[in-house]
């Protein structure tokens, strides 16, 4: 009698669960293939989606990477041509805010700098609480002299740990 309750709970909870989901936003698209991690996938207010994905062995001792952008079925643009080990390619940076942080992977293509980034910063320095502010995009910046775009991300997108893990680091340099 003792396990009934239990296992009772247990699925009640899985059915809670499950109706939640129903009512849950859809997923976002991704430009990764099957069997490829997401280290970074952003909707863009455009309908178009930015993805970095990585192959299923991707760490600090191996593994590849691609940027990919556009819609799914039709690739705008993909950096490197085909995906590559992370090394040469791809950089990390980060920095820590008082009740955030900001995260950053860059690559150079054609004379322009992609920065995919994730951002939790503090509004609120009087309260009980910090409420944080996040938010996430693609700066693109071109040569100098030329004014950076920058393209928010429209859903929950964050830099995996994957990233924070595997990918050669730099010095952090801010957006703004």
């Given at each position: 009698m003792k396990t009934a309750l239990p296992r009772a709970a247990l699925l009640?909870?899985?059915?809670?669960?499950?109706?939640h989901a129903a009512h849950a936003a859809p997923p976002v698209p991704t430009m990764c293939l099957p069997g490829e991690k997401e280290i970074f996938s952003c909707a863009t207010r455009a309908k178009k989606t930015a993805s970095l994905c990585a192959s299923a062995d991707f760490s600090a001792k191996g593994g590849t990477l691609q940027y990919r952008f556009g819609a799914p079925g039709k690739t705008e643009l993909q950096y490197p041509d085909t995906p590559q080990?992370?090394?040469g390619k791809f950089l990390f940076s980060s920095t820590m805010y008082s009740g955030g942080g900001e995260a950053h992977i860059r690559f150079s293509n054609g004379g322009y700098d992609y920065i995919l980034f994730d951002r939790t910063v503090r509004t609120n320095f009087k309260g009980p609480t910090n409420d944080p502010q996040f938010s996430a995009g693609i700066v693109v910046r071109g040569p100098k002299g030329a004014k950076?775009?920058?393209?928010?991300?429209?859903?929950?997108?964050?830099?995996?740990?994957?990233?924070?893990?595997?990918?050669?680091?730099?010095?952090?340099?801010?957006?703004d």
């Open positions: 009640a909870l899985v059915a809670l669960l499950q109706a080990p992370a090394a950076p775009s920058t393209r928010g991300c429209s859903n929950d997108a964050s830099i995996k740990a994957d990233a924070y893990e595997a990918l050669p680091t730099e010095q952090f340099d801010p957006l």
